[in-house]
């Protein structure tokens, strides 16, 4: 509705210049010439203004978003989150390391976390069963990407839900068998598994990058939440392992 209403003030102002044009051509009042050049002032003015507000409007959304992951990352995805750092053998990331990090050692462990490797297969399978757990809040900020016009973390969201939709087929299908060792005899699928898992520790890195740099209380708060957490995330993880 917002696009159409401009369209036609866009459309409206064109078409009075050129009225005016016609008629500065028609008499050769050269009036009507500065009169014409007014309406072209008026769309320029709005272009400009429209495209400030606009873009104010992304920033403070992307500010928000902020908030927004806090609450998902403390909520709905801690446990996914602290299983990846778990299973995870190089680089070696833990949320004691990332509390007590500096902010350059923060970015040096983002660095690092471009190429990751993990303990074994069967220490990945509790993480890929955490996606499958975490499906809704996958989808809620799929369509808080999607109302906020944010194309890439919209698409990555709906990879990802690609992603989890094939876990659960193969679930169903055999429960008594772990989704990793099938991914792990496909080239694509586990270059897939390495990429979902591999951009959880490199988002969650940039996320408390973020933090540390504009919100240190919001940090601090942040991963204190999670180094609690951890211990009953571990405590259950051991017991569903044994």
């Known amino acids: 509705m917002r696009l159409k209403n401009y369209a036609l003030i866009y459309a409206a102002l064109l078409v009075t210049s050129a009225v005016f044009l016609y008629l500065e051509h028609v008499t050769h009042v050269e009036f009507l010439y500065h009169l014409a050049a007014i309406p072209l002032e008026v769309l320029v003015a709005v272009f400009l203004v429209d495209t400030y507000l606009e873009d104010r409007r992304r920033k403070e959304t992307r500010h928000q978003l902020m908030f927004i992951k806090s609450w998902m990352f403390r909520l709905d ?58 499906q809704e809040a996958w989808k809620s900020f799929m369509n808080i990407a999607l109302e906020n016009h944010f194309d890439d973390i919209f698409q990555t969201m709906v990879d990802i839900l690609r992603f989890i939709s094939d876990i659960k087929t193969f679930k169903e299908n055999n429960p008594n068998h772990l989704f990793i060792h099938e991914a792990a005899q496909h080239e694509d699928m586990m270059r897939q598994v390495m990429k979902v898992m591999g951009d959880g520790i490199r988002r969650y890195l940039e996320y408390v990058i973020e933090l540390k740099e504009k919100n240190p209380a919001l940090f601090a708060s942040f991963i204190s939440d999670y180094e609690i957490s951890r211990h009953l995330a571990e405590e259950q993880l051991a017991q569903e392992v044994t």
């Open 77 to 134: 995805m801690r446990k996914l989150f602290i299983y990846n750092f778990r299973a995870l053998k190089s680089p070696p990331v833990t949320i004691t390391g990332i509390k007590s990090a500096s902010l350059e050692e923060l970015k040096k462990m983002r660095a690092e976390a471009e190429r990751v490797e993990y303990k074994s297969l069967e220490a990945m399978e509790p993480v890929l069963l955490e996606y499958v757990n975490t």
